[in-house]
């Protein structure tokens, strides 16, 4: 049987920021279709990145630009992301009061916005799946957010196999993203668990060939 082929969402959090052009033309052109951005805030996790400043330099690469919000209020950032060329808002479950009524308030700002849900290692899936399918994406985190590098955690596989079930068994269109501990061995465990787009950093800008360590997560 064929692979499943995946979509590779370089994060630009483990890139080198001083060639960071240079990085995603590499990407684009080895395969990579998303770009994957982490906004932190220091309070929602530990650390702080980059603004949404980062998304305008960058949303002409001919990518997709895939933000991330770890922060207490997507709100706060969600409409500038938009303005500066974000594709698709993932805000995360754990930062609001309510999941449905925010993603209404997100798609307000563009008619074109594609809306995503994302959960951390400890929250079990049963929180999403009643409003799933308000979302044109859940993000199962793989690894505690905040910093890059951290091995995968294995019981993520289990979360990843469920809602591919209820995703299947309900005929969405949502897909599934994982973000974490990603690389040449765990991207074939989370492919057969049923993923539909992955987020790798160190995997790929550490490696001395980002062209084949994208290839592995397409499944070329």
């Excluded at 591919?164 to 668990?193: F, H, P, S």
């Amino acid at each position: 049987m064929a692979k499943k082929k995946l979509i590779a969402a370089p994060s630009i959090l483990s890139a080198d920021l001083g060639r960071l052009e240079q990085e995603i033309q590499e990407c684009r052109t080895a395969g990579a279709s998303f770009l994957h951005y982490d906004i932190m805030d220091g309070h929602f996790v530990p650390n702080i990145t980059f603004g949404p400043d980062f998304i305008k330099r960058f949303s002409k690469e001919g990518m997709f630009n895939d933000v991330h919000l770890m922060i207490d209020d997507p709100l706060k950032y969600a409409a500038k992301c938009i303005n500066f060329g974000a594709d698709l808002i993932t805000f995360h479950l754990e930062a609001v009061d309510d999941p449905i009524e925010t993603q209404e308030m997100i798609r307000q700002f563009s008619p074109k916005i594609k809306v995503g849900i994302s959960i951390k290692p400890r929250t079990p899936i049963e929180k999403i799946l009643p409003f799933l399918n308000h979302f044109d994406l859940v993000l199962v985190m793989s690894v505690e957010p905040g910093f890059g590098g951290q091995q995968f955690i294995i019981s993520s596989l289990d979360k990843i196999r469920r809602l591919r079930k209820y995703i299947d068994d309900q005929k969405l269109n949502t897909l599934i993203e994982v973000d974490g501990g990603i690389n040449a061995e765990t991207i074939e465990m989370v492919r057969e668990a049923g993923v539909d787009v992955a987020v790798a950093g160190s995997y790929i800008f550490k490696s001395s060939d980002k062209r084949e360590a994208i290839k592995t997560i397409i499944g070329a």
